[in-house]
C-alpha cells in the first residue's frame, strides 16, 4: 500500500506588491525547506537581522482584520492568511517564505498570485510520510453571535462556512468545500478580500486599509458592488471566507483530518476554535499517512478608489 509524502517547493519563486494596510512595497519569496520543518516565516531587512517565525497557532498575535504573526519581541508578518491558504490548498507542507516587510502583498486580493508563484517554483514529493492532526471529538466555540466548530471527519479535510451580512447586496450566502489542490484552484483560490465603503473613514482613521483599491478588493456600498468588473463567483463573499479559514487553519502545522464550520466568523473565530482544539488534548491526535485512493486515513497508530477615496481592503471580522 502507498502512503502521500511530505512535499516542498522544487525551487524558489517571488512575488511582490504592496501591504494593503501599510500601503508600502514588498516583496515575498517561497522557497523548499527540509522534511518535517512546517511553514516558516523570514523576516528580512530588520537592522541587517533576520527573524524567524513559524506558522502555528501560538505564533498568532492579533486577528482584527488579518491574521499577524509574531514572537516575544512583536508581531512580524501581517495578513498572511492568503499566502499560507494556498500553501496549505496546493498540499505544500514544508516552505520557507522570505519576506522584507511588515505584511504579506496583498496581489489582487486573493491567493491565485500564490499558487501561480507555487506553480513556477514547482512541487517535490520528499522522502517521509505525511502526517495529519486528526479531530477526534467536536470542539466548539461561540463568540457573540459567530460560532465555530471543528467536528471529526477521518475521510479528509473540510470547510462549512456560512455569512449573514446586514448589506442586501451580499446578504446570507453558505459554501461547502472539500479540500484538494484541483478544487481549491478552481472554486476558492481566486475569491476576493471584500469591505464596506461605509467602513473607510473608521479604517483610515485606526491607520489601515492604506494600500487597498478596486484593483485589490470587492468594495460595496448599500446597493450595489462598485467593481466595475464585477464578481468572479457569484458567492465570492463567502468563497473567500472559506480561503481565509482555510488559510488560518493551516496554523495547526499539520494538515487537518476534520470538518471546519463557520457562522458568521472570521478571523478571531478561527483562532479561536483552533486554539480551543490544541488545548484539549483528548480531542486530537497525530496520524501518518494517507492511501493514494480517494482520500482515507491509513495508519492511526501515532498517538478601492472611489471618487479618489481607498476602500477597505478587509470585510468585517464578523458577518
Same mark, same amino acid.
Given at each position: 500500500? $502507498?502512503?502521500?509524502?511530505?512535499?516542498?517547493?522544487?525551487?524558489?519563486?517571488?512575488?511582490?506588491?504592496?501591504?494593503?494596510?501599510?500601503?508600502? +512595497?514588498?516583496? =515575498?519569496?517561497?522557497?523548499?525547506?527540509?522534511?518535517?520543518?512546517?511553514?516558516?516565516?523570514?523576516?528580512?531587512?530588520?537592522?541587517?537581522? *533576520?527573524?524567524?517565525?513559524?506558522?502555528?497557532?501560538?505564533?498568532?498575535?492579533?486577528?482584527?482584520?488579518?491574521?499577524?504573526?509574531?514572537?516575544?519581541?512583536?508581531?512580524?508578518?501581517?495578513?498572511?492568511?492568503?499566502?499560507?491558504?494556498?500553501?496549505?490548498?496546493?498540499?505544500?507542507?514544508?516552505?520557507?517564505?522570505?519576506? *522584507?516587510?511588515?505584511?504579506?502583498?496583498?496581489? !489582487?486580493?486573493?491567493?491565485?498570485?500564490?499558487?501561480?508563484?507555487? !506553480?513556477?517554483?514547482?512541487? =517535490?514529493?520528499?522522502?517521509?510520510?505525511?502526517?495529519?492532526?486528526?479531530?477526534? $471529538?467536536?470542539?466548539?466555540?461561540?463568540?457573540?453571535?459567530?460560532?465555530?466548530?471543528?467536528? +471529526?471527519?477521518?475521510?479528509?479535510?473540510?470547510?462549512?462556512?456560512?455569512?449573514?451580512?446586514?448589506?442586501?447586496?451580499?446578504?446570507?450566502?453558505?459554501?461547502?468545500?472539500?479540500?484538494?489542490?484541483?478544487?481549491?484552484?478552481?472554486?476558492?483560490?481566486?475569491?476576493?478580500?471584500?469591505?464596506?465603503?461605509?467602513?473607510?473613514?473608521?479604517?483610515?482613521?485606526?491607520?489601515?486599509?492604506?494600500?487597498?483599491?478596486?484593483?485589490?478588493?470587492?468594495?460595496?456600498?448599500?446597493?450595489?458592488?462598485?467593481?466595475?468588473?464585477?464578481?468572479?463567483?457569484?458567492?465570492?463573499?463567502?468563497?473567500?471566507?472559506?480561503? !481565509?479559514?482555510?488559510?488560518?487553519?493551516?496554523?495547526?502545522?499539520? +494538515?487537518?483530518?476534520?470538518?471546519?464550520?463557520? /457562522?458568521?466568523?472570521?478571523? $478571531?473565530?478561527?483562532?479561536?476554535?483552533?486554539?480551543?482544539?490544541?488545548? !484539549?488534548?483528548?480531542?486530537?491526535?497525530? /496520524?501518518?499517512?494517507?492511501?493514494?485512493?480517494? +482520500?482515507?486515513?491509513?495508519?492511526?497508530?501515532?498517538?478601492?478608489?472611489?471618487?479618489?477615496?481607498?476602500?477597505?481592503?478587509?470585510?468585517?471580522?464578523?458577518?
Amino acid at each position: 500500500m $502507498k502512503f502521500s509524502r511530505q512535499t516542498t517547493l522544487r525551487s524558489q519563486a517571488t512575488v511582490t506588491g504592496i501591504g494593503v494596510h501599510s500601503g508600502t +512595497p514588498v516583496s =515575498l519569496t517561497l522557497g523548499p525547506a527540509p522534511i518535517d520543518t512546517g511553514i516558516v516565516f523570514v523576516r528580512t531587512g530588520l537592522d541587517g537581522c *533576520d527573524r524567524e517565525v513559524k506558522a502555528a497557532f501560538n505564533s498568532v498575535t492579533a486577528t482584527e482584520l488579518a491574521t499577524v504573526l509574531g514572537d516575544r519581541n512583536g508581531p512580524l508578518v501581517s495578513t498572511a492568511e492568503h499566502v499560507l491558504a494556498a500553501l496549505c490548498g496546493m498540499g505544500i507542507d514544508n516552505a520557507l517564505i522570505e519576506i *522584507d516587510g511588515p505584511e504579506v502583498p496583498i496581489m !489582487d486580493g486573493s491567493a491565485a498570485p500564490f499558487v501561480a508563484a507555487i !506553480d513556477q517554483a514547482g512541487i =517535490l514529493t520528499q522522502s517521509a510520510a505525511r502526517r495529519y492532526i486528526q479531530v477526534l $471529538k467536536p470542539v466548539q466555540v461561540a463568540i457573540g453571535r459567530s460560532v465555530g466548530e471543528l467536528r +471529526p471527519n477521518s475521510s479528509g479535510f473540510q470547510v462549512e462556512v456560512e455569512v449573514d451580512f446586514a448589506n442586501a447586496v451580499i446578504g446570507r450566502q453558505a459554501y461547502h468545500f472539500e479540500l484538494s489542490p484541483e478544487r481549491f484552484r478552481r472554486e476558492i483560490a481566486r475569491a476576493r478580500t471584500f469591505g464596506f465603503m461605509s467602513d473607510v473613514a473608521r479604517l483610515w482613521s485606526a491607520g489601515y486599509a492604506l494600500g487597498s483599491s478596486f484593483e485589490n478588493s470587492l468594495v460595496f456600498d448599500e446597493e450595489r458592488l462598485l467593481n466595475p468588473e464585477g464578481l468572479r463567483y457569484a458567492d465570492e463573499c463567502v468563497r473567500h471566507k472559506v480561503l !481565509d479559514a482555510i488559510g488560518d487553519l493551516a496554523l495547526a502545522g499539520l +494538515p487537518m483530518l476534520g470538518t471546519y464550520r463557520s /457562522v458568521r466568523g472570521g478571523h $478571531k473565530l478561527n483562532h479561536a476554535v483552533l486554539t480551543a482544539l490544541m488545548a !484539549d488534548r483528548t480531542a486530537w491526535r497525530v /496520524v501518518e499517512g494517507e492511501t493514494v485512493r480517494r +482520500p482515507r486515513v491509513a495508519a492511526e497508530a501515532v498517538g478601492g478608489m472611489v471618487g479618489g477615496m481607498i476602500a477597505p481592503a478587509f470585510g468585517p471580522d464578523v458577518s
